[in-house]
């Protein structure tokens, strides 16, 4: 997925400063609330190649999203079984 294309989605860019983190740079990263207790969150952009942002969450460690239609095609399921068709923006 490229930057774009999260924006687009309106996930939120986070960014953390050299102060905040004290690693030696700033850097950023995307994230987006769905349902009551699913959150979306990007690597950071320290790993990104390419355009290509990865996209996880903390609560199904096991999803790994690269492209937008897989994003859209998650998101339909989540709807029908998870969220009750409520979406938090």
Excluded: R
């Amino acid at each position: 997925m490229t930057e774009k294309e999260l924006i687009k989605l309106k996930f939120k860019k986070i960014i953390i400063t050299d102060e905040e983190s004290n690693n030696g740079y700033n850097f950023h990263f995307y994230q987006k609330q769905y349902c009551k207790d699913l959150t979306f969150s990007t690597t950071d952009s320290i790993e990104v190649e390419n355009d290509v942002w990865k996209i996880s969450t903390w609560e199904i460690p096991a999803i790994s999203i690269v492209k937008k239609s897989d994003y859209n095609a998650f998101i339909k399921i989540l709807d029908i079984i998870i969220c009750d068709n409520i979406n938090i923006e």
